[in-house]
């Protein structure tokens, strides 16, 4: 089984677990999941650790809306429990406890960033037959846009072994591009597909593993050394901007150029509801949002050079006369070039 369908294995035994005993030992999820492993404390296996963190902040809350938040799950001696399994005592009055909400724990699962996403159909199965879901609940589902870019899985595991052993990589991705020899910073993961940046001198480099031909670990090649600060910075730019554009000088990082888009028509309602207020938190703005009876004004923040405006472009495009940009002159600027070319293009189209 792959390494991301193994991993939803090992949440689904946890839980399984909690439904039927209200516990697990790590134990015995050893004994399933490392069958091949030497003995370890539970505190050095990071994989465990790992699976159960997602479990106790993302997946147990859909069974425990309103609960505090001490009560999720609690931890002594390699024994993980919960004060009622699930589908007994108070946790029966949850909505959908036969079967187990598995919609919402299907999201929690893809939307965790700690796991590789993965296709939601692929683990239908899993949640029927770990934790016995209704053929008939599972019928009226239809998912799409399920289709994300191919990515050889082993590029991700290179990347993470040789951050966390502080080593370097040799990236060779598709022509026109050269080979590099890298020291990985991020891995991020934006509409489906996956993006190295990586640290090469002065340089801070962009790649889409789904581009990369092959990728592999310099064993015992020291990795550059950035200031945690500056790294810090870098984090926070990336999760910022907006798009899948975030080079930058990595020494000096750039919080990215504000742009604002005002929308109208059925296209104010659409802004509204994906910048919705609420969602605004002061100490990430990545978004700004100014609603009007006609109109609705969008600021983000985006890579302050290079193709800064190529994707905010096809962003505002799509929508015709009901968006258009406000700031700055030079993307207002860039898209009446664009509105005009296309004009030009229809006009040279004898079908037209």
Same mark, same amino acid.
């Given at each position: 089984m792959?390494?991301?369908?193994?991993?939803?294995?090992?949440?689904?035994?946890?839980?399984?677990k909690?439904?039927?005993?209200?516990?697990?030992?790590?134990?015995?999820?050893?004994?399933?999941?490392?069958?091949e492993?030497?003995?370890?404390?539970?505190?050095?296996?990071?994989?465990?650790?790992?699976?159960?963190?997602?479990?106790?902040?993302?997946?147990?809350?859909?069974?425990?809306?309103?609960?505090?938040?001490?009560?999720f799950?609690?931890?002594?001696?390699?024994?993980?429990?919960?004060?009622?399994?699930?589908?007994?005592g108070?946790?029966? *009055?949850?909505?959908? %406890? !036969?079967? +187990?909400?598995?919609?919402?724990?299907?999201?929690?699962? #893809? $939307?965790?960033?700690? /796991?590789?996403?993965?296709?939601?159909?692929?683990?239908l199965?899993?949640?029927?037959?770990?934790?016995?879901?209704?053929?008939?609940?599972?019928?009226?589902?239809?998912?799409?846009?399920?289709?994300?870019?191919?990515?050889?899985?082993?590029?991700?595991?290179?990347?993470?072994?040789?951050?966390?052993?502080?080593?370097?990589?040799?990236?060779?991705?598709?022509?026109?591009?050269?080979?590099?020899?890298?020291?990985?910073?991020?891995?991020?993961?934006?509409?489906?597909?996956?993006?190295?940046?990586?640290?090469?001198?002065?340089?801070?480099?962009?790649?889409?593993?789904?581009?990369?031909?092959?990728?592999?670990?310099? *064993?015992?090649?020291? %990795? !550059?050394? +950035?200031?945690?600060?500056?790294?810090?910075?870098?984090? #926070? $730019?990336?999760?910022? /901007?907006?798009g899948?554009?975030?080079?930058?000088?990595?020494?000096?990082?750039?919080?990215?150029?504000?742009?604002?888009?005002?929308?109208?028509g059925?296209?104010?309602?659409?802004?509204?509801?994906?910048?919705?207020?609420?969602?605004?938190?002061?100490?990430?703005?990545?978004?700004?949002?100014?609603?009007?009876?006609?109109?609705?004004?969008?600021?983000?923040?985006?890579?302050?050079?290079?193709?800064?405006?190529?994707?905010?472009?096809?962003?505002?495009?799509?929508?015709?006369?009901?968006?258009?940009?406000?700031?700055?002159?030079?993307?207002?600027?860039?898209?009446?070039?664009?509105?005009?070319?296309?004009?030009?293009?229809?006009?040279?189209?004898?079908?037209?």
């Amino acid at each position: 089984m792959s390494a991301n369908l193994e991993t939803v294995r090992s949440l689904l035994w946890m839980l399984r677990k909690l439904k039927e005993q209200g516990r697990f030992l790590y134990n015995d999820w050893a004994e399933e999941f490392r069958p091949e492993d030497p003995p370890m404390a539970t505190r050095n296996d990071r994989r465990f650790l790992n699976h159960v963190a997602v479990l106790r902040d993302q997946i147990l809350p859909i069974f425990q809306s309103g609960r505090p938040d001490d009560d999720f799950l609690k931890a002594e001696k390699g024994v993980y429990s919960t004060k009622h399994a699930i589908g007994q005592g108070e946790w029966a *009055k949850v909505p959908d %406890a !036969e079967g +187990l909400n598995f919609l919402p724990l299907l999201n929690a699962i #893809n $939307q965790s960033q700690s /796991l590789m996403p993965f296709p939601s159909p692929r683990i239908l199965k899993l949640l029927a037959t770990e934790l016995e879901v209704k053929e008939e609940r599972l019928n009226p589902v239809v998912f799409k846009n399920t289709v994300s870019w191919k990515v050889d899985y082993r590029w991700i595991r290179e990347v993470l072994d040789a951050v966390e052993a502080r080593e370097r990589l040799y990236v060779e991705p598709q022509p026109p591009r050269k080979p590099c020899e890298v020291t990985p910073l991020f891995l991020v993961n934006c509409d489906g597909a996956w993006y190295l940046l990586a640290l090469s001198g002065t340089l801070l480099l962009q790649y889409n593993l789904s581009r990369v031909q092959k990728l592999t670990r310099r *064993k015992g090649v020291e %990795a !550059e050394k +950035l200031p945690a600060t500056t790294y810090r910075t870098l984090r #926070n $730019q990336v999760t910022e /901007l907006w798009g899948t554009y975030w080079i930058t000088d990595p020494f000096e990082p750039e919080p990215g150029e504000p742009v604002t888009i005002r929308y109208t028509g059925s296209a104010r309602q659409y802004a509204t509801e994906r910048f919705e207020q609420k969602s605004y938190t002061p100490g990430t703005p990545w978004f700004r949002i100014s609603v009007q009876e006609e109109w609705a004004d969008v600021t983000l923040r985006v890579q302050s050079h290079g193709a800064r405006y190529s994707e905010i472009l096809g962003e505002i495009l799509r929508w015709g006369p009901l968006a258009r940009p406000l700031a700055p002159p030079e993307l207002v600027r860039q898209w009446k070039e664009s509105i005009q070319t296309m004009a030009k293009a229809l006009e040279q189209d004898g079908n037209f």
